[in-house]
């Protein structure tokens, strides 16, 4: 395991949940000077989130930050199989302490909000309308965007760098995110639900584990199908791309 790529890894996702949900913190959390800044806000802030944490990892990780794009890189044969578990890791550790630090950060907010379900919106996604096989279609193609156009960077934009995933994550969130929250990211969903669950957050309430599989799986599913489309397409170039 390479301990760099472990460490960049966790540090830029805990950056990206820290900022990510810590929007969500500001614009929900009653006496937030950001209360009710709206999706716009959280939307353009996430992009942002997104950006950071690609700054800080990306030249010594490839700034994954998600194990849905680490899936899509191992399909397409440019990240070894071998080095999935210990992206897997170092994003669920770093979404925990990312999650941790906006509890901590926002702590005096947590008891002046009576609602729970707000309280666990901060750390994770929940559907406009609950209905399980629409909203696990929505992470899908959520996520395939996502993955599909990253895989796509590499051939045309490479100059712009983490600002094209940003602007991604903004456009996703602003087009897609409506329906479920847009996780697009199980480490993103998963990790700070478990916190949410674990931490001694006043007046919370359930951490929804019923719905908790969806924003894993459809990211997953939505991943791994973008890893084989663009193969599919692309194959060819990925050919010409990997090392002899």
């Given at each position: 395991?390479s ?5 960049a890894?966790?540090?830029g996702?805990?950056?990206l949940?820290?900022?990510?949900d810590?929007?969500?913190?500001g ?13 716009i806000v959280i ?6 989130a997104?950006?950071s944490?690609?700054?800080v990892?990306?030249?010594y990780?490839?700034a ?5 794009v ?8 440019a990240?070894?199989w071998d ?6 890791v170092?994003?669920f550790?770093?979404?925990f302490?990312?999650?941790?630090l906006v509890f ?6 947590w ?10 919106a ?5 559907p406009?309308i609950r209905?399980?096989?629409w909203n696990l279609?929505s992470?899908i193609?959520?996520?395939?965007v996502?993955?599909f156009?990253?895989l796509?960077f590499?051939?045309?934009t ?11 994550v903004v456009v ?5 995110g409506g329906t ?11 990790g700070?639900?478990i916190?949410?669950?674990i931490l ?10 019923e719905?908790?599989w969806?924003p894993?799986v459809?990211?997953l ?7 084989v ?7 060819d ?8």
């Open positions: 395991m301990t760099e790529k472990f460490v890894e966790l540090i996702t805990m950056i949940i820290l900022l990510g810590g929007v969500v913190a614009v929900l959390l009653n006496k937030s000077k950001a209360f009710a800044g709206g999706w939307t353009l802030a996430w992009g942002l997104v950006f944490g690609v700054v990892s990306g030249p990780s490839g994954h930050l998600n194990p849905a680490t899936l899509g890189l191992a399909i397409t044969g990240t070894p080095q999935v578990p210990m992206y897997l170092a994003q550790l770093g979404a302490i990312g999650a941790t901590l950060h926002y702590y005096p907010h008891a002046e909000t009576e609602d729970p379900g707000l309280k666990l901060v750390f994770s996604t929940g406009a209905s399980p096989l279609v992470e193609i959520g996520t395939f996502l993955v156009v990253i796509t590499g051939k045309n490479a100059s712009l760098g983490p600002l094209a995933v940003a602007l991604l996703i969130g602003l087009s897609l479920t929250g847009y996780a697009i990211n199980p480490a993103r969903d998963l700070p639900r916190m949410h669950a001694p957050i006043p007046g919370k309430g359930s951490s929804d584990w719905y908790a969806i894993v459809g990211p599913l939505g991943g791994a199908i973008a890893a489309v663009w193969v599919a397409l692309y194959k170039f990925i050919l010409k791309a990997l090392p002899n």
